[in-house]
């Protein structure tokens, strides 16, 4: 997670995940992760990470840019989905992490860390939560 102010954008770097569940018949998800800076001003603010085929396991190393101005950040709620890619009908949804100046323990603090010392890259693990 890293801002940069001269060029006005937050970067999200999606890595990897680690012991997903297996959502599909064969043990195994094709994962992908859908990340959205909320709330939604723009479609530019809802980006998706490529699709990696039968792993529980998935290595993404990409980076999502948001163009967002530094004085709304603080504003913002970044979440984070994982998602098992399904041909032909609704993809499973896996869980979620979310961070933001409301957000519990290393969530607020990776976004405040964020916001606080733009131009640096915090990195963390985070657990995934099931949404309701």
């Known amino acids: 997670l890293l801002y940069n102010v001269q060029q006005g ?5 999606i890595k990897r ?3 997903l569940l297996g959502m599909d018949k064969t043990g195994f998800s094709d994962p992908y ?3 959205s800076l909320l ?9 998706k990470t490529s699709t990696k085929k039968r792993t529980l396991n ?8 948001f163009v967002i ?3 709304d950040l ?5 979440q984070i989905d994982v998602f098992d890619k399904d041909v032909g009908k609704h993809d499973d949804y896996i869980g979620s992490i979310i961070l933001s100046t409301s957000a519990k323990a290393e969530r607020q603090k990776q976004w405040n860390n964020c916001i606080q010392n733009p131009g640096n890259e915090f990195e963390q ?6 949404l309701e």
Request: with cysteine; aromatic share 10%; glycine share 0%.
């Open 125 to 130: 693990w985070h657990k995934l939560e099931v």
């Open 39 to 47: 709330p939604l001003t723009n479609k530019a603010h809802r980006q």
């Open 58 to 65: 998935p290595e993404f190393n990409e980076t999502l840019t």
């Open 17 to 19: 995940c680690a012991e």
């Open 69 to 71: 101005p530094f004085k």
């Open 9 to 13: 954008s937050l970067y999200v770097t």
């Open 33 to 35: 992760v859908k990340v």
């Open 74 to 78: 603080p504003k913002k709620t970044l």
